[in-house]
């Protein structure tokens, strides 16, 4: 017995050595390099592109929805001739829906593949987890999921929405409906409490009322008392930042109550399509939601991306804005590479102002200034079929603004 | 009237409580086994009503011939377990704990391969999402009035069960003294494994309840198996009645701290309140008086 453990302390030892000795080669390779900034490799007739998303753990439900759209627009792209004549090979890391493997593989994309640039992220969380990653090594990252605003980092593009052009639209669009008094309900953790602060600046300077403000933990599925709370406020709107299960528990709740969308709509920033499906459509029918993109969007470039994916992937497969601002992002990288005619970061983005490409969601424009574009702000209501159609839209694309200066009422937030 | 609907509330957690506890009151209860998997066990029950609406399209005759049918699928997973693990580990209860949560794992990635990681939706009756009008603004929502209804149902079938029927005797007895229940001839083994499939059972039943609620997905039953385990421990090991007023007086308290303050403040005051209970009485507010030994 005593012989057999410690053959067995030594095999672990062993493991533990090896694994130090990987390490330590791992982060001089590091060091080498984060001087002098990743050279992307295109030598040869293809250039890789890093496709960073998780498709594993809680978040893969909504990221392997990225990457099928990612790989979509990469196979357009490639048919149509590559990207300055050179075929986009992606590479796909699993972030795994946890932070630090968002940075690690980021790293190895970089350093490793030494792609051009990478493509993913959806939380927060992960975006700054590897914000260092990207900025030490100078390489391009195109994040494209909407997000609380207050960041501009020089190597990073944002595809999705800043809040001035999802959240402030949202609440234009219930001031014009005259629901000035609304109740906040969101999930506990950055984006929501972000986002509420926002909503009560504005609120503040626009004679709406905040009537009350509800944070859930993430993953809490118990509504009974939040919901009363909301009926007894007779609040005339209420705006819901929750995220994932929750939603299901707060609007079956929510119905049960006796709440509807006719006497008390509920404006959502994080329900998709995708979202629709799960959380059922007998409690949705009828509530809003604040996107730049649905799938039901007229236009001529939607109706070819829509069926563009489901010809990909299955007809059942619905097509989301997270999903469209990715497919966008590989356009608008395409058009950079070409419009520089080098695939050098420093290049590329100096290229990258005032490039323009018809989205499915419409016309959108980079900032160059803020590495944001512009995008067309679209409240939805959702049908029956568990569809969004568009109800209001904001006109024209909105100018990005990522620290709302173009707001008075917003000075201080940041 | 807000005062009555958060009682309304109260209660109706009170019922969730109960409901998902019940079955672990009977396995944890009576015979002391850790079943970390109970969750998992719910969420089956959850994912029943689910495959069942795939051929049956009405959405209340569904949910009704979910009820026996999840009894008897969870049962089953029950039995499965105690036969090829817990029978093995009934003198190790920290090995129960390690391996049925093992065991939960495993059904949390079955779940996901079978049905895929996002979340599925059932349909519910209409009658079950709207509300009753009692007075003014009191509505009392029906899918609550059903899970209270379903609540006391079980426990009055599940009392009725240990007081009255011969099984109930056995299951009794041997929880009382095993040796001499043995040595007077009560097959032991089979006892456990009955008791162990009706407290499985209740857990498919809590599951079936539970689509009118919430998310039905791979990882529901992580979110409630601590909230279970807290109503066993304070009502008291091996005691229904204990974890029948544990679960209601949880229940209010939670929404009533929860209405002046928030969802995380309410859940540190329901949990001190709970500390402080076991400081007075570590054995919980009901103690089972037994001649056994151990």
């Known amino acids: 017995m005593t012989r057999f453990r410690g053959r067995r302390l030594a095999a ?76 986009i090979a992606p590479v796909s890391e699993d972030g795994a829906s946890d932070w630090p493997t968002f940075a690690e593989k980021a790293e190895k994309l970089i350093q490793q593949d030494k792609v051009a640039a990478v493509f993913g992220c959806w939380t927060s969380a992960s975006r700054k987890a590897v914000k260092p990653v990207f900025e030490k090594n100078k390489s391009l990252l195109f994040y494209p999921v ?11 593009f944002y595809t999705g929405a800043t809040t001035n052009q999802q959240i402030v639209p949202a609440l234009d669009y219930l001031k014009s409906q005259g629901k000035t008094t609304i109740y906040l309900v969101g999930s506990d953790y950055v984006f929501p ?137 590989v356009y608008l990288w395409k058009a950079m590479v070409e419009k520089a005619g080098s695939f050098d970061v420093e290049k590329v983005k100096a290229a990258a102002d005032g490039i323009t490409f018809d989205a499915p969601e419409g016309k959108v424009t980079v900032d ?47 | 009237m807000v005062i009555l609907s958060q009682l309304f509330t109260g209660v109706s957690i009170g019922a969730v409580l109960l409901l998902i506890a019940l079955g672990l009151s009977l396995t ?9 998997a109970h969750g998992e066990f719910i969420m089956a029950g959850a994912y029943t009503v689910y495959v069942l609406q795939q051929s049956i ?24 377990l105690e036969f090829l693990l817990i029978r093995r580990l009934y003198t190790r209860p920290l090995d129960t704990l390690l391996v049925t949560w093992g065991v939960s794992l495993v059904l949390q990635q079955a779940a996901r391969d079978v049905f895929g990681a996002p979340n599925v939706q059932t349909r519910a009756p209409d009658l079950l ?41 056995r299951i009794r007895a041997v929880v009382q003294n095993r040796d001499l229940a043995a040595v007077s001839g009560i097959p032991t083994g089979r006892v456990d494994r009955l008791t162990f499939f009706i407290g499985s059972g209740v857990a498919g039943v809590a599951g079936v309840a539970l689509t009118l609620l919430g998310p039905i997905g791979p990882t529901m039953g992580t979110n409630i198996i601590i909230d279970a385990f807290l109503v066993v421990v304070v009502g008291g090991i091996g005691h229904l009645k204990g974890s029948v007023i544990v679960a209601f ?46």
């Open chain 1, 12 to 87: 672990c030892a062993a493991i533990l050595v090896a694994a130090v000795a990987l390490a330590a080669c791992g982060s001089k390779t590091g060091q080498n390099t984060s001087s002098g900034g990743a050279v992307a490799d295109t030598s040869g007739d293809t250039v890789k592109v890093g496709l960073l998303n998780s498709l594993s753990g809680t978040m893969a439900i909504s990221e392997v929805t990225v990457r099928d759209s990612l790989l979509l627009a990469i196979e357009e792209i490639n048919a149509a001739g590559g990207v300055l004549g050179k075929k």
């Open chain 1, 146 to 156: 909407q997000y609380e605003g207050l960041e501009q980092s020089p190597y990073i």
């Open chain 1, 193 to 329: 409490r972000t986002a509420n602060k926002i909503i009560k600046a504005y609120a503040a300077a626009n004679g709406m009322k905040v009537l009350g403000e509800d944070y859930a933990p993430l993953g809490s599925t118990e509504f009974g008392t939040i919901v009363n709370k909301v009926k007894a406020s007779k609040a005339a709107a209420v705006f819901n930042t929750l995220n994932g299960d929750s939603n299901v528990a707060f609007f079956k709740e929510y119905k049960s109550a006796g709440l509807t969308a006719a006497s008390m709509p509920v404006v959502s920033v994080s329900i998709a399509e995708e979202e629709v499906k799960s959380i059922g459509t007998q409690y949705l029918d009828g509530q809003l939601t604040a996107w730049n993109y649905y799938q039901t969007t007229a236009g001529a470039a939607n109706d070819k991306f829509v069926k563009a994916y489901k010809a990909k992937y299955g007809a059942d497969k619905p097509t989301s804005d997270p999903m469209e601002a990715a497919y966008v992002a």
């Open chain 1, 368 to 414: 160059g200034a803020t590495q944001h574009i512009s995008k067309t702000a679209r409240i939805g209501k959702v049908g029956s079929d568990g569809l969004i159609t568009e109800v209001w839209n904001s006109g024209s694309p909105v100018k990005p603004d990522p620290y709302l200066k173009g707001y008075p009422w917003a000075t201080g937030l940041s």
């Open chain 2, 28 to 36: 944890f209860g009576q015979m002391n086994v850790i079943n970390m």
């Open chain 2, 57 to 80: 399209t009405d959405a209340g005759l569904s949910l009704l011939v979910a009820l026996p049918v999840a009894f008897g699928v969870t049962g089953v997973l029950g039995v499965i």
């Open chain 2, 129 to 169: 999402t709207g509300n009753v009008h009692i007075v003014g603004d009191l509505v009392l929502a029906t899918n609550r009035l059903f899970i209270l209804g379903l609540a006391l149902a079980a426990v009055v079938v599940l009392s009725g069960v240990l007081r009255f029927s011969s099984l109930g005797r």
């Open chain 2, 249 to 294: 007086v949880l229940g209010v308290l939670q929404s009533m701290i929860e209405y002046s303050t928030t969802v995380s403040v309410a859940k540190v005051g329901v949990f001190i309140a709970i500390v402080a209970f076991l400081q007075w009485r570590p054995q919980g507010l009901f103690t089972l008086r037994t001649r056994s030994l151990a």
